[in-house]
T-cell receptor
Framework: DGGITQSPKYLFRKEGQNVTLSCEQN?????MYWYRQDPGQGLRLIYY???????QKGDIAEGYSVSREKKESFPLTVTSAQKNPTAFYLC?????????????FGPGTRLTVL | QQPVQSPQAVILREGEDAVINCSSS?????VHWYRQKHGEAPVFLMI?????EQKGHDKISASFNEKKQQSSLYLTASQLSYSGTYFC???????????FGSGTQLTVLP
């Protein structure tokens, strides 16, 4: 079955720690995205990538970092510089970056900072 | 700039109809509609492109009014399974990524 997987489903972090969220897709999509969702809010774009070894900042990139070493994988690191990291994080992928390309979402990771 | 969705929330009885609107201050090229159940991933419903088309499947349809820079999602004879938060994602201007609205929470009661 083709799809997007994210792990872990729930993640707890102490203040001052970096954590990495995993995102893998087997849809053979070129583009991948990371979004943050806060309660009652829409999706805000953190980073996106069109091809391997290339990625762009979204609207709220501060305190986050990403890598794209493989087409299938787009991990997100939440660094200690992120002031308020508790949120629901969604990874998505699409065939390309065209405005007509449908984005498909993974099941999400809920991060809580203790 | 984020598209504006209205209403923010709506409560229906099974079998009733609902309309959700998504408006942008920028010229729209595309509108993508998603439904999200609590704690789950958004699920793609449909995409509408510039040209004022209307699309639909089953009892959910949508329209795109290019003049008003607005899209509307129509849910007809709602079912319990329609409950969730509906988001629109808009492609506009020169931006290559979508911008999402804050969502409309739809609750369908028996």
């Amino acid at each position: 079955d083709g799809g997007i997987t994210q792990s872990p489903k729930y993640l707890f972090r102490k203040e001052g720690q970096n954590v990495t969220l995993s995102c893998e897709q087997n849809l053979n999509h070129d583009a991948m995205y990371w979004y943050r969702q806060d309660p009652g809010q829409g999706l805000r774009l953190i980073y996106y990538s069109q091809i391997v070894n290339d990625f762009q900042k979204g609207d709220i990139a501060e305190g986050y970092s990403v890598s794209r070493e493989k087409k299938e994988s787009f991990p997100l690191t939440v660094t200690s510089a992120q002031k308020n990291p508790t949120a629901f994080y969604l990874c998505a992928s699409s065939m390309g970056l065209a405005r007509t390309d449908t984005q498909y979402f993974g099941p999400g990771t809920r991060l809580t900072v203790l | 700039q984020q598209p504006v969705q209205s209403p923010q929330a709506v409560i229906l009885r099974e079998g009733e109809d609902a309309v959700i609107n998504c408006s942008s201050s920028k010229a729209l090229y595309s509108v993508h509609w998603y439904r999200q159940k609590h704690g789950e991933a958004p699920v793609f419903l449909m995409i509408l492109l510039k040209g004022g088309e209307q699309k639909g499947h089953d009892k959910i349809s949508a329209s795109f009014n290019e003049k008003k820079q607005q899209s509307s999602l129509y849910l007809t004879a709602s079912q319990l399974s329609y409950s969730g938060t509906y988001f629109c994602g808009t492609g506009s201007g020169s931006a290559r990524q979508l911008t999402f609205g804050s969502g409309t929470q739809l609750t369908v009661l028996p």
